[in-house]
Nanobody, 117 residues
Framework: QVQLVESGGGLVQAGGSLRLSCAAS????????IAWFRQTPGKEREPVAA????????YYADSVKGRFTVSGDIAKNTVYLQMNNLKPEDTAVYYC??????????WGQGTKVTVSS
């Protein structure tokens, strides 16, 4: 089992920044990818960014490219999502997911991000 805890969400004005953290514990040696997803009411959870264990491969959704940066070290059990130039449409609950692929087997409880216009 892998446990994930997200933090860093909050309320920010459009154009502002937030940094989310995902802290992993448990059998993290099995984790090859940590991904960030987000979800708004009535919509499916969508992938935002992901990073491989080595850090050599990253993924970004088109909607966040150039604004969000995923970083961290899975081996050290912490991954970050730096979010800059936030827009109201970025408002969502953000989740981190861990597993072999972007769509992981383990999920955190989520952290809410609200961007006001």
């Amino acid at each position: 089992q892998v446990q994930l805890v997200e933090s860093g969400g909050g309320l920010v004005q459009a154009g502002g920044s937030l940094r989310l953290s995902c802290a992993a514990s448990g059998r993290t040696f099995s984790v090859l990818t940590i991904a960030w997803f987000r979800q708004t009411p009535g919509k499916e959870r969508e992938p935002v960014a992901a990073i491989s264990r080595s850090g050599g491969r990253v993924y970004y959704a088109d909607s966040v490219k150039g604004r969000f940066t995923v970083s961290g070290d899975i081996a050290k059990n912490t991954v970050y999502l730096q979010m800059n130039n936030l827009k109201p449409e970025d408002t969502a609950v953000y989740y981190c997911s861990a597993g072999r692929f972007v769509l992981g087997d383990y999920w955190g409880q989520g952290t809410k991000v609200t961007v006001s216009s």
